[in-house]
């Protein structure tokens, strides 16, 4: 019954800005951590990004002081913005949370989709 909608991908230029966001549809009783990881061709999916129940955030490197993530508990909404975009940001990235359903006891992950962000000239 749950489901991590995204949106806000696609095609951008270098220096260039992007905001993407996830829906967390479903029977949910609590979301904790929050968050965006990447995957670019050849590579391992890595963390860009996460945010937990209290606020506390976390960036991988590469990204800081670039992107800045958020969450709107209220909406079941998780968003990042993505700004001076270089062509080493070029991935799919996915929407993640921890999340304890209505019916369960069991705290899980779940993924988005994926969406395609492409940063060139």
């Known amino acids: 019954q749950v489901q991590l909608v995204e949106s806000g991908g696609g095609l951008v230029q270098i220096g260039g800005s992007l905001r993407l966001s996830c829906v967390v549809f479903?029977?949910?009783?609590?979301?904790?951590?929050m968050g965006w990881y990447r995957q670019a061709t050849g590579k391992q999916r890595e963390l860009v990004a996460n945010i937990s129940s209290g606020g506390s955030t976390k960036y991988a490197d590469s990204v800081k002081g670039r992107f800045t993530i958020s969450r709107d508990n209220a909406k079941n909404t998780v968003s990042m913005e993505m700004n001076s975009l270089k062509p080493e940001d070029t991935a799919v990235y996915y929407c993640?949370?921890?999340?304890?359903?209505?019916?369960?006891?069991?705290?899980?992950?779940?993924w988005g989709q994926g969406t395609q962000v492409t940063v060139s000239l």
């Open positions: 993640n949370a921890a999340i304890r359903g209505i019916d369960t006891r069991t705290v899980r992950l779940y």
């Open positions: 479903g029977s949910i009783c609590s979301i904790y951590t």
